[in-house]
């Protein structure tokens, strides 16, 4: 099962507009992250928030925590055709042992020029 | 520096064969872990490594399995392969393991026929 659980499945946008996506988890973390995925290649690393931490900032993205919520949510400001892609959030489980993170589903989001 | 070097980038099997696929980290990474992504089931993390040692490892049959090797790099195999094991499957590396920042591979693309 998925831990993180993220809204919407798809977005569509015209390029300089803001795409915001969210995600829910369900147990207690060290850290939240978000990765990009352009079609059929790996993933990318975008930003990390730890636990205490309640938004972050890198560039034209902004991402929020909520922990007592058990959510997430990416803004993607002044979007453009480059952006479009998937973005899954991860997380790694408090206290546990080694490097296992788990991923949502992802949002796809196609910016249209 | 050069990134996280995943081989085969694609290769097709039959049903009963069994696969091999090598991943090599960024050097001085000493964590190597493995995911599989469908579309059905998106992103499941297989097992991660560390030193030589599996620390993690997640909900697949015995089919599936992996090692590290002392430069770090990590090969995992699977045996008896079925029509659902069809997937990407992608390795990514970090520096010591905790739950921080994972650097992809671009995948190898598994098809069973």
């Known amino acids: 099962s998925q831990q993180g659980e993220e809204d919407p499945q798809a977005l569509s946008i015209q390029e300089g507009e803001n795409a915001t996506m969210n995600c829910s988890y369900k147990?207690?973390?060290?850290?939240l992250q978000w990765y990009r995925q352009n079609s059929g290649r790996g993933l990318v690393h975008l930003i990390l928030?730890?636990?205490?931490?309640r938004e972050k900032h890198s560039g034209r993205l902004r991402v929020t925590l909520d922990t007592s919520k058990k959510s997430s949510s990416l803004l993607i400001t002044a979007s453009r055709a480059a952006d479009t892609a998937s973005y899954f959030c991860?997380?790694?489980?408090?206290?546990?042992?080694?490097?296992?993170?788990?991923f949502g589903g992802g949002t796809r989001v196609l910016v249209k020029p | 520096k050069a990134g996280v070097t995943q081989t085969p980038r694609y290769l097709i099997k039959t049903r009963g064969q069994q696969v091999t696929l090598s991943c090599s980290p960024i050097?001085?990474?000493?964590?190597v872990s493995w995911y599989q992504q469908t579309p059905g089931q998106g992103l499941q993390f297989l097992f991660e490594?560390?030193?030589?040692?599996?620390?993690n490892k997640g909900n697949f049959p015995g089919r599936f399995s992996g090692r590290q090797f002392s430069n770090s790099r990590s090969e995992m195999n699977v045996s008896t392969l079925e029509l659902g094991d069809s997937a990407l499957y992608l390795c990514?590396?970090?520096?010591?393991?905790?739950?921080?920042?994972?650097?992809f591979g671009e995948g190898s693309r598994l098809t069973v026929l």
């Open positions: 990514a590396s970090s520096w010591t393991g905790g739950t921080g920042e994972l650097f």
């Open positions: 147990t207690s973390i060290n850290n």
């Open positions: 928030i730890r636990s205490n931490e």
């Open positions: 991860a997380t790694g489980e408090f206290k546990a042992a080694g490097n296992k993170l788990t």
């Open positions: 050097s001085g990474h000493r964590s």
């Open positions: 490594y560390f030193s030589e040692t599996q620390r």
